[in-house]
């Protein structure tokens, strides 16, 4: 095994490309494996999102992230972390995903698509933002529906329906409605959500107190059509108008990858996998987690700025092993 790893690095997110930083400082063999581009999950946010963290909280490696306001941007994270792994030369495959581990007389084996890979040590820092949760209503499918906000200028003078009531949702609905779309809401809770960032919380609710914006609270979307939807509101069943469904409903861990090697979850709804909190190595020994994917079905515990010591954690660990 000429090509055995120290570490092998799954996910190439922020805390993908710290651990790997780590692993790099600590002399390791180190890969890291992503199935999409360079912080993936980054590059599919809103074209004018603004992080709720400072640059500051964002920076990994020790590498400085100078942004031109407090808080960074989409577009600046995207070239901050790419400086990053460029600078540092780190060691990464992209557009390739991991779809088995095998253990074998105390290696792992990592197969892709592509190849496979040995490897002492596998960190799983994989986030979340690849499975979105589905509304599983009748029209999901059409091709005007989306799980994925990108750009409003596509919504420009059209009908637009955003469900949800959190930060990806009050974005979608603000920047489509300043391009001209009339758009509706649909919450099921009585509020929006209270984890909105605080400087967007007022706008989203003041533009609905003038009805600039049409909100359904206690309600949810029935069915989906080309050119209308139906919604159960608490006068009962409407049909409106529509042309496009943005479903800002949240996104959901690839749980069943981690059960399917063998780390077992909490019994609770949270599914939290087990792990150690000193070392983040798992059940299974030589397998560590790093990032959101800790959490489980909590995704809203971690986020880069708490979770980006953990390469620093797991990597120590496994050079004093």
């Known amino acids: 095994m000429e090509n055995l790893l120290d570490v092998l690095i799954i996910g190439g997110g922020p805390i993908g490309l710290s651990c790997g930083l780590a692993a790099q400082q600590k002399g390791l063999r180190y890969l890291i494996i992503e199935k999409g581009s360079l912080v993936d999950s980054l590059y599919h946010y809103p ?4 992080f709720f963290s400072t640059s500051d909280k964002l920076e990994i490696g020790g590498v400085p992230f100078v942004s031109n306001h407090s808080k960074p941007t989409r577009n600046e994270s995207l070239e901050y972390y790419r400086r990053v792994a460029v ?8 557009y390739e995903e991991v779809t088995d581990i095998n253990r074998k007389d105390g290696v792992f084996e990592i197969i892709t698509f592509k190849n496979q890979y040995f490897s002492l040590n596998v960190i ?32 420009a003078f059209q009908k637009v329906l955003v469900v949800g ?13 300043r391009k001209g779309a009339k758009v509706t809401m649909v919450i099921r809770d009585e509020q929006v959500g209270e984890r909105v960032k605080y400087w967007v919380r007022p706008d989203i609710i003041n533009r609905i107190k003038e009805g600039a ?33 943005i479903a800002m409903t949240g996104y959901q861990p690839d749980l069943s990858f981690l059960q399917k090697i063998g780390i077992k979850l909490s019994e609770d709804e949270i599914k939290k996998p087990e792990y150690n909190e000193n070392t983040h190595e798992t059940n299974v020994k030589g ?19 708490n979770s980006r010591d953990h390469g620093n954690k797991i990597i120590d660990h496994i050079v004093k092993k």
Do not use: Q
Not at 47 to 50: A, D, G, I
Not at 87 to 94: D, F, G, Q, R, Y
Not at 165 to 177: G, R
Not at 232 to 239: E, I, S, V
């Open 47 to 50: 074209v004018n999102m603004t």
């Open 87 to 94: 600078s540092a030369s780190l060691s990464i495959n992209l």
């Open 124 to 155: 799983i820092a994989t986030g979340f933002y690849g499975r979105p949760f589905l509304l599983n209503v009748p029209g999901e499918n059409l091709p005007n529906v989306t799980h994925y906000y990108n750009d409003p200028h596509v919504y």
């Open 165 to 177: 009531a959190n930060n990806s949702a009050v974005d979608a609905a603000l920047e489509t409605y």
């Open 213 to 245: 914006i049409k909100v359904y609270y206690n309600s949810s979307l029935s069915a989906i059509r080309e050119r209308e939807v139906d919604l159960m509101t608490a006068d009962g069943l409407l049909t409106i108008e529509n042309d496009w469904v």
């Open 287 to 305: 397998i560590f987690l790093a990032g959101v994917i800790c959490g489980g079905m909590n995704t809203h515990s971690l986020f880069i700025e």
